[in-house]
């Protein structure tokens, strides 16, 4: 919150402060992993409930039939072909390029991909894993072509959203629908497993209008390399990689990243933020305005009702 | 060569011209890849020997005991220590920083890696698999921190080779030893398999004092996007993973590259370039002067002796 001197000022009531203090602190997650108890009714097994839990992250393979996968690959290539019929901010091409690299809102701009969202393998999961009413966050459609596709640093989308979108809990969760092949050399997600059960509370200030290079470079909200170091040494790096249709859950605390992809094979995924209906945003907890809603869905939307069976 | 008007001419024996088109051109590879028939006196078994001449590269896993690959990292942290000691042109620091990236002409700064370049297990094998005596052209010891490390594009040394050093043939074999443990995550080295039949013919000039920005980044000399593509797609991708020992061999004309590397975990090696005696520099064939002798060893240098044994 913004006090009459223009400082951002950490709120009395918030449990998980950062960007406030002049030191990097670490601090223990509040809230549980797995807000559900699992039955046989669950859309996942136990061992794999277990894995989210101590993890923080699920790799899923072969749920979508080929057929499937190959129709969200085609919707995926004509919604990149009619990016310039799309409103302006949600669409992110390359510089100097008319190439579309993401598209924002995906569930608002595409039925198929609205009918993945709400399918009971993504939303389904996610209303199990939060142990509530969920709804779609953010989404979006990443596209990154080969040879020259940049890395994305480490960092927790928890810190992000708790600071610049206002999400007072960890409880939401990232779903990642792989729309290529992804092995270990073409920059796939990188995790580290156990990273999200410590809250890094980070060093430094938001800028005003952080979005807007956040999303290329984010320099702000990002842990300190002694941190990163400890937790690596500690936990050890994963990856999930996998052919195309492989989905991967991880919580909104899992510190992640991807290296560069110098190889000639692209990368292509959508993404979609469940958010538990509980944990509606509120204000920004450090960050003068919250971010505009095509990166954070505001107000209090419906929970989703999940739907069983294949995609049309 | 150059003629009075100052443009750089191929001349007229040259067999590989690069950089003097205004298109890419695909060439067939002129010399052998194994230059020894094997035998059971070989320092590498037969099926080794078949792997190089198929892929042109080759992985041998322990092969050095514990305590050598010990003593050798413990070599390589002294000389990172005394860099400021050695020639201000065998040593790269990271901009802005002190820390030692890179000593070139490694085995004339220490006795320890002199004595790897000539042990039987580096300059024999070389020496077996390009059927001569063998000597020195570049060597180097290589160090990346983790978090920050950039990515290297694909490239065959050779072509650089002949283009600005003068490098007649396709007979040098380039030794990489790991001193610390290199996984696909890491920005281990990458090799497109099979890349070493053709010879890529580049568009472009070499610019003067080129090696000064191309040991950063390179832009000359790099093969098209279309070029590989095809050959990643038609080949595949491999990289070389294993732990501090492990020891890499690759052909001269082997196009490979590295990603960047977000992950804390660093990345050294110690790089020997042998060359054949008899295919000893001339004038180079694509740039107006030859690269400085540390990069590219000049004259008629003595071959190597390979020393049996274990290292001191």
Known sequence: M???????????????????????????????????????????????????ERDGYLVMKDIFSAAEIEALVQSSAKLRTAGSTLPVEDVVTEPGAQEVRTIFRLDEHSEAFRRLAHDRRLAGVAQFLLGDGVYVHQSRLNYKPGLTG?????????????????????RAVSASLLLTDNGPLNGPLMLIPGSHRTYISCRGTTPDENHKSSLKQQEVGVPSDESLARLAQTNGIDYASGKAGTLIFFDCNTIHGSNGNITPFPRSNVFFVFNAVSNALEQPFAARKPRPSFLARRGAPEPILPVPGALA
């Open 2 to 52: 913004t006090l009459h001197d223009g400082k951002i000022r950490a709120r009395p009531d918030d449990t998980y402060p950062t960007r406030v203090e002049d030191r990097e602190r670490w601090l223990e997650r509040l809230e549980p992993v797995l807000w559900s108890e699992w039955s046989s009714d669950a859309p996942i097994s136990r061992e794999q409930a277990g894995c989210y």
């Open 150 to 170: 940049k890395e994305f640093y480490w960092h927790s989308d928890f810190e992000t959203w708790h600071a610049e979108d206002g999400m007072p809990r960890m």
